[in-house]
């Protein structure tokens, strides 16, 4: 087990920490087992088509007339009216952060210096209130704002897998940098 104490930790609750790493190096005791579930899982033709895109570099979307919406991720039926969606749509990899959180705290509970920045962002040419989350980057935790413009960096071209993680993070977009 580790032995590490994280500076700021409270004291009123020192706990001994047990990290991925524990795990992986069999430092604690576990049992494991293996079920032989056997399953199919379908994204279905509007994010398979959105994965698909995002690996080529591009977000597209789903409009649907009755409503007068463009939704982003796509969906083949539209959630407010129930009727079929119309036509897919580019939008733009730029966005406007629609609310955040500052995360002290890293996949195992433990503290971190480095805050991860995520929040949700709705996509430049898509509806109002439409997007995805995702991280930030290229920006202080401060800087941080809602209603903040940003942009998509993505991963370079042979790392993508058409995956929502081929766009890296969202940093801040300058004028005139779309
Ligand atoms: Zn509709």
């Known amino acids: 087990m580790s032995e590490e104490r994280i500076e700021g930790q409270p004291k009123y609750a020192p706990g001994t920490h047990v990290r991925s790493k524990d795990i992986r190096e069999r430092k604690i005791t576990y049992t494991w087992w293996e ?21 080529a570099g591009k977000i597209i979307g789903r409009t649907c007339r009755k409503c007068d919406r463009v939704i982003v991720p796509p969906r083949m039926f539209c959630d407010w009216c129930y009727d079929t969606t119309h036509e897919w749509v580019y939008l733009k990899d730029t966005g406007t952060v629609e609310t955040f ?17 995520v929040g949700v962002i ?8 439409h997007g995805f989350m ?3 980057g290229e920006m202080k935790p401060e800087d941080l704002r809602i209603g903040m413009k940003v942009k998509a960096v993505w991963k ?8 929502v ?13 779309e």
Request: charged letters at 25%; zero cysteines.
């Open 134 to 136: 995702h991280y930030f």
């Open 35 to 55: 079920p032989e579930a056997q399953y199919a899982f379908s994204l279905g033709p509007a994010n398979s088509r959105f994965l698909k895109e995002l690996k």
């Open 165 to 177: 993680t081929d766009i890296k993070y969202f940093k801040p977009l300058i004028g005139g940098d």
């Open 101 to 117: 959180s500052i995360s002290y705290l890293d996949p195992d509970a433990h503290l971190i210096e480095d805050p991860i920045l």
């Open 122 to 129: 709705s996509i430049d040419g898509a509806s109002p209130k």
């Open 156 to 163: 370079p071209k042979e790392e993508r897998v058409g995956s």
